[in-house]
């Protein structure tokens, strides 16, 4: 059963959407969904309706749907983006993940299908994780290479190991400008230069294909926030797609 939800839940929810401008459901494009045996969902459609292949993880003590708020014009340009819940409680409203990869890719998968968009077995996906979030993508990237295809890490919360990202067809990094932008405009150099290494034959000619990455600044935020978020998520996935 697929719910519409009030903007005003979100504002309850996180101090970030209190920074939004209050736009009507409709507007928004964002809906909360029931997942068989897992924590609610959310999603914002795309334009035409396709089936959503971007999922977004959140940090430790979040709220996805909140975040998803953020940047509804670029998931919807993007073809739609599916949010899910940390497995863990925090406080009331906000939740953490469990550092467990496979139990995340499953309920990754069971979102999908959920929303009405299961994934084939070689459908590729578009990751995004914040903090908490961009850590276990790292982790997912690793370990199911041929699913999660194209990256986008904010705000790590430590250093990506470029070597992990060998496969991807994309990466963007990204951060607040008064986060870490050091570690994730490094992390963008790291992984184009790991990946032009791992693709050179022995004797020095290129082979294979390098992996693009490139790296996005949120302007005057903190971590954990948003700052434009429809104009820095959109060049995000404008250059991944």
């Excluded at 909360?32 to 045996?37: K, N, R």
């Excluded at 309706?49 to 340009?77: D, H, M, Q, V, W």
């Excluded at 578009?126 to 041929?146: C, D, H, I």
């Excluded at 870490?180 to 992984?191: D, H, L, Q, S, T």
Aim: hydrophobic share 40%; glycine share 10%.
């Amino acid at each position: 059963m697929t719910r519409l939800v009030d903007v005003a839940l979100a504002v309850q929810l996180s101090p970030m959407a209190k920074r939004l401008t209050v736009m009507s459901p409709a507007q928004l494009y964002g809906l909360l969904f029931d997942v068989p045996g897992d924590l609610v969902a959310s999603v914002v459609r795309g334009k035409r309706r396709a089936a959503p292949r971007t999922i977004f993880l959140p940090g430790l003590c979040s709220n996805a749907y909140a975040y998803l708020l953020g940047f509804p014009e670029a998931a919807k340009e993007q073809g739609g983006v599916v949010a899910i819940e940390g497995d863990q409680p925090c406080v009331p409203g906000f939740r953490s993940f469990s550092w467990d990869a496979p139990k995340l890719h499953r309920r990754i998968e069971a979102a999908f299908a959920a929303a009405g968009s299961a994934l084939g077995d070689d459908e590729r996906v578009t990751l995004v994780g914040y903090s908490q979030g961009a850590a276990l993508a790292e982790q997912l990237v690793q370990r199911w290479p041929r699913r999660y295809t194209r990256i986008v890490l904010i705000g790590a919360p430590t250093d990506p190991n470029p070597a992990h990202f060998r496969a991807a067809e994309g990466v963007v990094t990204m951060s607040c400008s008064l986060d870490v932008p050091w570690r994730m405009k490094e992390a963008a150099r790291g992984i184009e230069r790991a990946s032009g290494n791992a693709n050179r034959s022995a004797n020095g000619s290129a082979s294979g294909n390098k992996v693009r990455s490139t790296y996005v600044e949120m302007p005057g935020c903190t971590h954990g926030n948003l700052a434009r978020g429809d104009e820095t998520l959109g060049a995000a996935f404008a250059f991944l797609r």
